[in-house]
């Protein structure tokens, strides 16, 4: 039996909903394809969009109600210098896209149209910075370009491009990955670096810029310590208020991660085993931010997370385009769980990526558009944006040494209470005892439930089935006295709602 205590909120601490948050790149058919239809005219004159945007993705976007887009990488931002994105487009130099595909950039896609994109979803930009290859002042000059009200010739510049008000893009990375593909280098050479940057990324009006610094590669605790060291300021406005984290799920090495749909149960719990290694990386740093900062000023920002599989046969290798079944599902419905129950330091958070790529939400094919089992988790989850986080202690039945289930819980402004769960069972059913401390359910509350489940483990939609895997009532609750009790069937997840 699992038991699970829902205990009385802890003050106001916030799941912030910009832990649902996006990351789209420059990278196979996420912009190209995925949102943008700009630059090809004749799929412009067969999809619907708005300005070379498609129309389906925005509105499938919205329901979600996606709250931030981090862009325009991902490795791309280090090799991407935004000047070359502005501008009429016949006009924009052409690049390569070293990192995927070795295609070629044309650049059609840059600051006005991801700032138009962001516009059309009502989310905030997060705008990722070149650190690598760039320069102090040109982030600096992109700052001004995006936020400066009066005249200056960024300022001057936008205008002349047809923008009159700034953005005022809140969110700005300072490089991605630079102890990699971000220009290979030590935290102590970054964290230095990071100071030179961030004092020249500046604020302007009443906008104050949330500067997030690149964080550790998985579980490098070395670089979260030199970062907090050397580039976290207690109350400094001007220095580190995000540290990055990047972590995949991966099953497997490298070379043997599998099929994204092909697989087999054995697999699918090394899947979940690799889900769960979020927690202790989340656990693990933030003890270290801890130690700098107690209050929690700054915020840990997962901005790269989600599954990584082999890509689809038949597609482009740097493309990384990969189907998406209920085992991402599952992988999802944990991943927020973490992140809601870790709700005091992550801030943010963004699955990578979008569309077409990795861990994708929407997948497109030409005129067609289809939502994966991840964006059903993401609909139903997002009951949970700035919520007030309740704490959740679970104690859990185990498959293959791997905790069956996993929780969160929270209230929304309406008083309403939301609680989350997964069952990564492939097998059997697992009965959930649920105790409310500091609540009393009254025999008249109204409890209802949804849930993303579905026959086999490999169910996934596709542009012939795209309703094979979806969300649904969930009718498993009752109430006995003050004990809930639910009955999750085994691969799903579910959220349940008390009125
Ligand atoms: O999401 C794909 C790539 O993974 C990103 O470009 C990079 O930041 C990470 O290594």
Redesign the pocket.
């Known amino acids: 039996m699992n038991r699970i205590v829902v205990k009385e909120r802890d003050g106001d601490v916030k799941i912030s909903r910009h832990i649902y948050g996006h990351?789209s790149?420059h990278?196979g058919r996420c912009i190209y394809g995925g949102y943008w239809v700009g630059n090809d005219p004749e799929a412009a004159a067969s999809i619907p969009n708005t300005r070379g945007i498609r129309n389906d993705v925005t509105a499938a976007l919205r329901r979600i109600k996606i709250p931030n887009l981090r862009w325009p990488?991902?490795?791309?931002?280090d090799e991407y210098h935004w000047r070359d994105g502005i501008g009429p487009r016949e006009e924009r130099p052409r690049m390569v896209n070293t990192?995927?595909g070795g295609v070629t950039e044309d650049n059609s896609f840059g600051t006005h149209e991801f700032l138009d994109l962001c516009e059309q979803l009502g989310c905030e930009p997060y705008i990722c910075g070149n650190v690598g290859s760039g320069t102090v002042q040109e982030l600096s000059q992109w700052v001004e370009y995006c936020n400066f009200d009066g005249v200056s010739p960024m300022a001057d510049l936008r205008r002349k491009n047809g923008r009159s008000e700034p953005w005022n893009v809140r969110y700005w990375g300072i490089g991605?990955?630079n102890w990699?593909?971000?220009g290979n280098m030590t935290a102590e050479f970054y964290a230095d670096n990071f100071r030179r940057y961030a004092v020249y990324a500046r604020n302007y009006g009443k906008s104050s810029l949330y500067k997030i610094a690149c964080g550790p590669n998985s579980a490098d605790y070395h670089w979260t310590k030199v970062l907090m060291e050397k580039a976290y300021v207690k109350n400094s406005g001007g220095m580190l208020q995000g540290l990055s984290l990047?972590y995949?799920t991966i099953p497997g090495e490298w070379t043997k991660k599998g099929s994204a749909v092909e697989f087999d149960e054995k697999k699918w719990f090394e899947t979940m085993e690799k889900a769960y290694v979020m927690d202790e990386l989340v656990h693990k740093h933030g003890a270290i931010m801890d130690e700098y900062d107690p209050g929690k000023e700054a915020g840990l920002v997962v901005d790269?997370w989600?599954t990584?599989f082999d890509v689809e046969k038949g597609t482009n290798p740097g493309f990384?385009y990969q189907q998406n079944t209920l085992r991402d599902a599952l992988v999802a419905g944990i991943h927020f769980n973490i992140f809601n129950n870790y709700a005091e330091r992550i801030r943010m958070a963004n699955i990578?990526?979008t569309i077409n790529?990795?861990q994708s939400v929407i997948l497109t094919e030409g005129t067609k558009m289809i939502c994966t089992p991840t964006y059903h988790v993401f609909d139903m989850y997002k009951v949970h944006h700035d919520a007030v986080k309740l704490p959740v202690s679970v104690d859990s039945e185990t498959v293959n040494g791997i905790p069956s289930v996993s929780s969160s819980a929270s209230m929304d402004k309406d008083g309403k209470i939301h609680i989350s769960l997964t069952n990564i069972d492939t097998e059997r059913e697992q009965p959930v005892k649920i105790e409310l401390h500091g609540y009393i359910l009254s025999p008249s509350i109204q409890v209802r439930g949804k849930i993303v489940t579905a026959e086999h483990i490999q169910d996934h939609n596709t542009f012939a089935r795209e309703d094979n895997v979806a969300l649904k009532e969930f009718t498993g609750i009752s109430l006995s006295g003050q004990i809930l009790n639910a009955v999750l069937p085994a691969k799903s997840v579910v959220t349940l709602e008390l009125a």
Do not use: T
């Open positions: 990351f790149e990278l990488g991902g490795c791309f931002a990192h995927w991605n990955e990699g593909c971000g990047h995949y790269e989600g990584w990384l990578a990526q790529v990795l």
